[in-house]
């Protein structure tokens, strides 16, 4: 655990990656050039389902400046095997292969490369591409293709396949005193973070590849070409020193990434992709689910029964697939528990997880399905919540590391002010608009995960923290230098920080929200083992003051290792290494989960999240006006940062709520918006302020640092909050995400029809 | 630029920064594909190249475009002000100072175009609250959602500009 009087640990400092950022020096994946570089244009599928029966590149490869199209008909040819097709990350099933044949498996699949002298020219020749089909009939709808669900036969990860039912989850729910029982649809969503998905190869006359590359693990990028192409991993270093968001999509490696690779060694030049803002929607997403989520409460509120079926997309390809239901088994205390998870076949690409994957998901439909018991009862929510109020984990039986899941829903209740909240809906109200205030809680995983870093002392104090970790936007470069600068007593500014370069110690992928706890917690054992390798060259100075000190005895402090109990006894770290004959000292630090552990506890993150809307009184337009979200999240690193974590969430829950949908046309299974302009993710206007508070919450067993991880948390639970506060507003209960107009509006000609 | 053509190409003047800069472009080349590629200022981002996001504004004798929406060659005579010329790590713009200062960004891939948007926003002096504030930033997009600390760092600069006005007034 990190020392409590921490001096650079748990302050909110700017981020030290900061005035590149805003000053434009902060090079992206694809803004790295090179003289004579080569520029790649996809082009893609126009059907959802079917083959290719004839493409003609013969007009694209005139195009001036085109050197070569490449097609499943020219394609160089590559790894056989699925297993070397797999990332560190895949899930069940086939890999993508693109250009591997003629079958067309998704809408906007990659079907030719363009390659040019210009970016100009490929992009231009790439619409002369003749493409012939045999369509089939597309399939993309899930209200449809349900029918054909299936327990996927081979999970993804064991802690994904739900528990098996405990107590009597039917009977209880038949005799209990009040019950709801409610389908939910979330449609699907994209990632789309600001960054396009872009790699930039540059090819050596030694046969080394240097390929910067958007993705949340350089090391995973690195893997998957070495086994796509049979590269030497000593040969190619992957980059992603700084990533235009990513929020789950740049996971696993994307297609831009075989292709650019694939021209570069066949043309012998480097070589850069880039694709669209269109191609974004045809990569990844969060997958459209269908849920039902029945609820049983006695007189009294408690929970006699939750019972909670999912049913998600996925591709014809692979098996994606998350964690939604089983939240329902651990978010409250309930003995009769039954959770079921199915995946349907759709014509789309493989989903993918995106920002909290099934928590989002499985969350939204329980804690509306919450609010509908509330009511059902005539009970405050937040009291029912309150009432069910569970402190170990019983979907695993096993302790919980910490909590404080009760301080969120008080500390956040009274900034929030909810004690003076209305029961009844339709009861509050601003001059035109109709005001509604709803609340939810949120649950993510606190992983730690395998994570190696190094950390180098300079003889001027200065240090070095290097490790192949990722920067998705998370913060990541500052509080790594935060920790190092903690446990070397330093300030921030003498820390350097690499990361985003697969050369660097090993780190795993950038997701799951466990890089905080991981890589902090590697880069302070590092730092732990260059003090003590510090302290070992001291005392074997001649009359070294500190010939007798223990590791516990002695810090840094001003340059100088010392006795903790008094300053002036001690060494400069100068004198030390000069005396070593070491010019620096290195080491290196890991962590891995306890196994020991991890058999009697389980570590989440919570949240409490409480919205208000105000609905447009005549034009139904819903507004979200205010949040508070409290949050657990074990130790704070860094509250600047951690406080953007939260709020990126919150505004990308609205989203969910409000705003995102991805459209297809299940007639030609193809996705109609396409762009920024039909698929909304929120604005500036429409995000007001939103408030964050980090509640106590001491953790010494979840990470050596302490720290939970804040990347998912943020979003868990805003989506309910919301609907529930439109339903607080309009007395309208809509659970088919996100509520549009259309939809408030709907449900007002339904209840005029029913009333007439 | 050349692609090995005979295609024309037209020849254009811009002062980029505040250099001088003689280009002969074709005319299908864009004002941001110009700047990341041949120039090599990508500070100035692709993030739709549709007018869409915003990623791209840069400031066009004074006034805020988005880049991916203008053909070089139609800016002939122009002077462009991209994130670069607002100012560098050692020596900040205060838009840009304030942006780290209220961790108004996450990823950093929109900031640029925020703080050309914000520049130009501030120039035209038609925001006086929070509220305008929010709706003449509404053409850039931030899916981080570091909406809001966008709008803080924003109000802060306009009013210690404000202030810094009443000052001289006064003095």
Redesign the interface.
């Known amino acids: 655990m990190l020392n409590h009087q921490s001096k650079v640990v748990g302050i909110p400092l ?2 030290i ?12 994946a ?2 790295h ?1 090179e003289p004579g570089m080569l520029h790649g244009f996809v082009a893609v599928a126009t059907v959802a389902s079917g083959r290719i029966a004839e493409i003609d590149i013969t007009a694209a490869e005139r195009f ?2 085109v050197l070569k199209v490449y097609t499943h008909e020219n394609r160089p040819k590559t790894a056989e095997s699925d297993k070397n097709w797999k990332d560190m990350v895949a899930v069940p099933g086939h890999p993508f292969r693109p250009l591997e044949n003629d079958c067309i498996l998704y809408d906007g699949q990659p079907i030719a490369l363009v390659v ?6 490929a992009r ?1 020749a790439a619409p002369l591409i003749r493409v012939r089909y045999a369509p089939d009939e597309p399939h993309t709808d899930l209200g449809r293709e349900r029918r054909q669900s299936y327990v996927p036969p081979q999970p993804r990860m064991e802690k994904m396949v739900p528990p098996p039912p405990r107590g009597q989850p039917e009977l209880a729910y038949e005799n209990a005193a009040f019950r709801i029982s409610a389908d939910y649809t979330l449609e699907g969503e994209y ?6 998905f872009g790699t930039a190869v540059l090819w050596e006359e030694t046969g080394g590849l240097t390929v910067h590359e958007k993705t949340q693990g350089s090391q995973n990028s690195r893997d998957y070409i070495c086994n796509v192409f049979g590269l030497d991993p000593q040969k190619v270093t992957v980059k992603n020193s ?6 789950g999509s740049g996971l696993r490696p994307k297609h831009q990434l075989f292709l650019a690779v694939m021209a570069s060694l066949d043309l012998k030049r480097s070589v850069k992709v ?1 694709l ?2 269109r191609e974004m929607f045809y990569l990844t997403w969060r997958p459209a689910t269908l849920q039902t989520v029945s609820l049983a409460a006695d007189r009294d509120g408690r929970l006699q029964s939750v019972m909670h079926h999912a049913v998600q997309a996925t591709s014809q390809y692979e098996d994606y697939q998350e964690n939604v239901v089983n939240w329902s088994g651990l978010a409250y205390k309930c003995d009769n528990v039954k959770l079921s998870y199915e995946l349907a076949k759709l014509d789309a690409a493989t989903p993918g997880d995106m920002r909290a994957p099934g928590a989002a998901t499985g969350i939204a439909a329980l804690e509306a399905a919450m609010d509908e018991l509330a009511y059902e009862i005539g009970m405050d929510p937040l009291e029912l919540r309150q009432r069910n109020f569970v402190t170990h984990d019983q979907n695993h039986d096993k302790q919980l590391t910490s909590k404080a899941l009760d301080a969120c829903y008080r500390e956040g209740a009274a900034r929030f002010g909810w004690s003076k909240r209305s029961f009844a809906p339709h009861s509050m109200r601003d001059g035109q608009d109709l005001v509604g205030w709803g609340m939810a809680t949120g649950i993510w995983e606190a992983s730690l995960t395998q994570a190696e870093a190094k950390v180098r002392l300079f003889a001027d104090g200065k240090v070095m923290v290097s490790a192949a970790a990722s920067d ?4 990541t470069y500052t509080i790594l230098g935060q920790i190092a600068a903690e446990a070397l007593g330093v300030s921030l500014d003498k820390v350097t920080v690499r990361i985003g370069d697969s050369t660097l110690a090993t780190t795993s992928v950038q997701g799951g929200s466990w890089t905080a706890a991981s890589s902090g917690s590697a880069v302070q054992a590092a730092s732990a083992a260059v003090k003590k390798t510090l302290l070992a060259h001291a005392r074997t100075m001649a009359n070294s003051p500190l010939a007798d000190a223990s590791e516990e005895e002695v810090s840094i402090s001003d340059g100088r290792l010392v006795l903790e109990r008094n300053h002036q006894v001690g060494l400069a770290i100068g004198d030390i290494m000069e005396a070593a004959r070491v010019s620096s000292i290195e080491e290196h630090g890991k962590v891995a989960p306890d196994q020991a552990q991890a058999k009697k506890f389980a570590s989440y993150t919570h949240s409490a999240v409480f919205v208000e809307v105000k609905v447009d009184g005549q034009l139904a337009i819903p507004r979200v006006t205010r949040v508070v979200s409290a949050i657990a999240g074990g130790r704070i690193l860094n509250p ?2 951690a ?3 939260i ?6 829950g609205i989203g969910m709520a409000l705003h995102e949908e991805g459209m297809v046309d299940h007639r030609t299974g193809r996705i109609m918006n396409h ?3 039909e698929y909304h ?5 429409d ?4 408030d964050v508070i980090f509640v106590e919450e001491e953790d010494a067993k979840v990470s050596p640092i302490g720290a939970k991880g804040l990347g998912e948390i943020g979003i868990v639970g805003v989506a309910a909050a919301v609907s529930n506060a439109i339903f607080h507003a309009t007395g309208k209960r809509i659970r088919h995400l996100p509520i549009t107009v259309d939809k408030i509006l709907a449900q007002d000609t339904v209840l005029q029809r029913r009333a007439s | ?1 050349d ?3 005979p ?1 024309s190409t037209c020849p254009v003047m811009l002062t980029v920064n505040g250099e001088h800069h003689r280009f002969e472009l ?1 005319p ?2 864009t004002l941001l ?1 110009l700047l ?2 041949p120039m ?11 007018g ?2 915003g ?1 791209c504004t840069v400031l066009v004798d004074g006034e805020r475009v988005n880049s991916c929406l203008k053909l070089a060659v139609s800016l002939d005579g122009a002077e462009i002000t ?3 010329g ?4 050692q020596r ?1 713009h205060p ?2 100072k304030a ?3 209220h ?1 108004a ?8 175009g925020q ?1 050309c948007s914000a520049a130009g926003l501030l120039a035209e002096g038609h925001a006086h609250s929070r509220a305008e ?3 003449l ?15 803080d760092a924003i109000e802060d600069v306009m009013s210690r500009e404000a202030a810094k006005t009443v000052r001289e007034a006064a003095e």
């Not at chain 2, 090599?40 to 549709?50: F, I, S, V, Y």
Request: aromatic share 6%.
């Open positions: 700017p981020r990656d900061g005035p590149l950022k805003v000053t434009g020096q902060a090079k992206y694809a803004e050039h001036p400046g040019a002298e210009s970016f100009e020219a231009d990632h789309n973070p600001m960054e396009l700084f990533v235009g968001g990513a929020f880039e669209s803002r998705i936007g998370t913060g600047k940062t406080r953007s974590q709020l990126g969430g919150v505004v990308m762009n920024l302009a993710v929120p604005a500036h206007a995000i007001d302020d939103i | 630029m692609i090995g053509t295609l074709h299908w080349v594909d990341r590629g090599e200022l990508t500070g100035t981002k692709k993030g739709c190249d549709h869409q996001c990623a991209t994130i670069e607002l100012g560098t790590p900040m838009l840009q942006f780290v200062e961790d960004y996450q990823c950093g891939y929109c900031t640029p703080i504030i929010r709706e930033m509404s053409g850039n997009l931030c899916r981080c959602g570091a909406y809001t600390n966008i709008a």
